[in-house]
């Protein structure tokens, strides 16, 4: 089991400086862990695992002014996803970093309209996997990812101001 208080202790002060590098490599990182995580998830996705991703997009829908119970719903797709994958690894790194990640979700959707754009991102990628197209769901990964790391800067920069 991944000691969760260790590693936080050594990514959690980097992130509170707002370290660019620190973003970028937790997003590098994110980003090839979850893309090659998606493959997997294509290959053993059950129809009841389908069902459970479509309810929490409907919850995170429904619930789209309310950031922190959002927020939970968007992790949790990404934690759901990992675990689907038959791979425990992938789903202890997403745990173990989870806060901040959890950190990095709330600055990135801090508006109803970055929420609304997060959503879409999770209905498409979720449609890929059922579609069990890989380059399409690898793709949608990586831009989802990257466009909430440009969303963190925007709103990271503009606090600065």
């Given at each position: 089991m991944v000691n969760t208080y260790s590693l936080s202790d050594i990514f959690l002060p980097l992130l509170s400086k707002r370290n660019q590098k620190y973003i970028d490599d937790l997003?590098?990182?994110?980003?090839?862990?979850?893309?090659?995580?998606?493959?997997?998830?294509?290959?053993?996705?059950?129809e009841e695992q389908i069902e459970e991703l479509k309810q929490n997009i409907s919850e995170a829908e429904k619930?789209?002014?309310?950031?922190?119970?959002f927020s939970e719903h968007d992790y949790f797709f990404h934690l759901k996803i990992a675990e689907i994958s038959n791979n425990s690894f992938y789903k202890n790194f997403l745990e173990a970093i989870q806060e901040q990640i959890k950190l990095f979700i709330n600055k990135s959707i801090s508006h109803v309209a970055q929420r609304e754009k997060a959503l879409q991102w999770h209905k498409d990628i979720l449609?890929?996997?059922?579609?069990?197209?890989?380059?399409?769901?690898?793709?949608?990964?990586?831009?989802?990812?990257?466009?909430?790391?440009d969303k963190y800067e925007y709103v990271s920069n503009s606090n600065n101001d």
């Open positions: 997003v590098e990182i994110r980003i090839a862990i979850e893309q090659q995580t998606v493959k997997k998830t294509i290959q053993y996705i059950t619930n789209i002014n309310q950031i922190e119970y449609q890929s996997i059922i579609d069990r197209n890989i380059e399409k769901a690898q793709a949608l990964v990586y831009l989802h990812l990257l466009d909430c790391k």
